[in-house]
């Protein structure tokens, strides 16, 4: 099967537009009417990609592009009526990957996701190099001056997400939703943990870590120095 899109429109016509264009080029296609309805399916379903309206009941396009950035890194397409470049600047600086103004060609719309998704999966193979760390996406390892550091699969995801947007602060919510994909009462103090595992393993003075850094009463962001 083929790459699973997301598609949040409130325009139905617009939607199924979208989806014939998409399925006929072997697309899976998940179809939300409201942002919030989006964000639940995004959580349930994992799209490799998010198609996304600006004007829409309850989470519009620009809170939803922030929604989803706290939880993963997939390609967003933002499509508005909304044409300034303000519009634009705004939505891309809110994490989105692309842009496009209503009016719009279907057929450019497949060609900007298929475009993304290449870019995706190259980013997703290629090794991330920061702070004297390696982090090896293909082999899921992480090493340091050649030598294998052993970490378990939330501590990985947890390394990968903070090294994958250096400086970037994540809050413990936002780690404990892009590693493990939900969040309930009394995560906060296992993320915690799991923080000062990582920086047992990583750092030369877990004391005083300088890649795990702690920003105090927001959350944590990876120094690549």
Same mark, same amino acid.
């Not at 990609?49 to 519009?60: E, R, W, Y």
């Not at 600086?93 to 060609?105: E, M, Q, T, V």
């Not at 009394?186 to 030369?204: A, F, P, Q, Y």
């Given at each position: 099967?083929?790459?699973?899109? !997301? ?32 964000? @639940? ?45 303000? @519009? ?21 719309? $497949? ?9 995706? +999966? ?21 090493? /340091? ?28 919510? +936002? !780690? ?10 009394? @995560? ?9 595992? !990582? /920086? ?14 702690? $920003?105090?009463? !927001? ?7």
């Amino acid at each position: 099967m083929g790459a699973k899109i !997301l598609i949040a429109e409130d325009d139905a016509d617009i939607r199924g537009v979208l989806r014939l264009y998409l399925e006929s080029e072997g697309f899976q296609v998940i179809e939300a009417e409201n942002g919030d309805r989006a964000l @639940d399916l995004a959580r349930e379903k994992a799209p490799d990609m998010a198609i996304l309206d600006v004007m829409m009941p309850g989470l519009d396009g620009y809170a939803l592009t922030r929604a989803l950035r706290a939880i993963s890194d997939l390609p967003i397409l933002i499509l508005s009526a909304r044409s300034r470049d303000e @519009d634009k600047i705004l939505g891309l600086n809110l994490g989105a990957d692309d842009y496009i103004a209503k009016p719009f060609n279907p057929v450019e719309i $497949v060609a900007r996701v298929k475009a993304q998704l290449r870019r995706a +999966q190259r980013d997703a193979a290629a090794a991330l190099t920061a702070g004297g760390l390696t982090l090896d996406p293909a082999a899921l390892e992480v090493t /340091r001056d050649g030598h294998v550091i052993p970490l378990t699969p939330m501590e990985y995801k947890i390394l990968a997400t903070l090294m994958r947007a250096p400086g970037r602060i994540f809050t413990k919510l +936002q !780690l404990y939703e892009s590693a493990a994909g939900s969040y309930f009462e009394g @995560d906060d103090n296992t993320m915690m943990v799991h923080i000062s595992k !990582l /920086r047992e393993k990583i750092e030369e003075d877990p004391r005083n870590p300088r890649r795990i850094v702690t $920003v105090r009463g !927001l959350g944590y962001k990876f120094e690549a120095r």
